[in-house]
């Protein structure tokens, strides 16, 4: 079904109250999604609708979209997931009366960054939801998701907007640093965003030196690419994986180089070390050296 149609239903539903107690947010960006988490949580309390419409000058209006309705409320991984102590301490929330809304919503952005205990905690919640509240994931790929709690959602999948929509909805940037970046993100926009975030030349600058490093099998080259945030270093391995996606159709690279990737990905996602991700991926990509064509990652964009 087209977006907007489903969006029109949710909020009919939202309307009517009769709205399901899980949803499931995937694709798009980041923003549209909690564009329309929001807007449903001021349709559920907003205290004079007009024609089904919230009518955006009530104290509950106001509240939801500046973020301190007490009974709308986003949460987003602290570090790079989200742990079980994060749902532990949101569940106290969550099973507490209503403070002055009519309904709750709870919005996990990043849900693909749950970890398993966590999304088990929040399977929980929804074997048994309290009244009135919808919990609503956000996520760039429903595949990050828990089975299991998939499967218990009522998903709408948002497309990717193109790169001139993207680009006009950022408003006053350097259009030429935003173009880089969309491209390096492979048409990613909040992976785009993210690398905008610390520069296009910066991500660009470690990715070659890094490539580097694997055309020379140069393991000592990798010092100075350290010491190395975790954000940062979950950029990287994103970009690569675009890259090497793109590689791939071109012979450039094989699927184990991508498997590689994603499970240095999920091992940082994991709590691992991030100079013990990169250096462990290093070696692995070294070993199976003679499918990298001494292309750089970085820079052939
Ligand atoms: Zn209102």
Redesign the pocket.
């Given at each position: 079904m087209e977006l907007n149609l489903t969006l029109k239903l949710l909020e009919k539903e939202a309307y009517s109250q009769q709205i399901a107690h899980l949803l499931l947010f995937h694709g798009g960006s980041s923003k549209d999604r909690r564009d329309v988490s929001l807007r449903l949580g001021?349709i559920l309390n907003?205290?004079?609708?007009k024609a089904s419409e919230?009518?955006?000058?009530?104290s509950?209006?106001h509240k939801i979209l500046s973020g301190n309705h007490p009974d709308v409320t986003r949460l987003e991984p602290l570090k790079t997931s989200i742990g079980i102590e994060q749902i532990l301490a949101w569940q106290e929330r969550l099973y507490r009366k209503h403070y002055e809304g009519n309904y709750k919503v709870f919005l996990i952005e990043k849900a693909d960054h749950l970890t398993i205990p966590a999304a088990n905690a929040l399977l929980k919640v929804t074997e048994e939801p309290p009244e009135r509240t919808v919990i609503i994931l956000s996520a760039e790929n429903e595949e990050g998701i828990l089975p299991t709690l998939r499967s218990r959602a009522q998903s709408t999948y948002f497309p990717t907007g193109n790169k001139e929509q993207w680009l006009e909805s950022l408003g006053d940037i350097d259009l030429g640093e935003a173009e880089q970046a969309f491209e390096l993100s492979g048409q990613n926009p909040d992976l785009a965003l993210a690398i905008m975030e610390y520069g296009v030349n910066p991500v660009k600058e470690w990715l070659d030196k890094f490539w580097r490093v694997i055309e020379q099998s140069d393991f000592l080259g990798l010092f100075p690419l350290f010491p190395l945030k975790k954000e940062l270093a979950e950029i990287y391995l994103q970009v690569m994986a675009v890259r090497i996606q793109a590689g791939i159709k071109e012979g450039r690279f094989s699927a184990t180089n991508i498997l590689t990737i994603s499970y240095a990905l999920e091992g940082l996602r994991q709590q691992a070390n991030p100079r013990l991700v990169i250096e462990v991926l290093a070696l692995q990509l070294f070993q199976q050296g003679g499918t990298l064509h001494g292309r750089s990652c970085g820079s052939s964009v």
């Open positions: 001021q907003c205290r004079s609708l919230p009518c955006q000058q009530c509950a209006c």
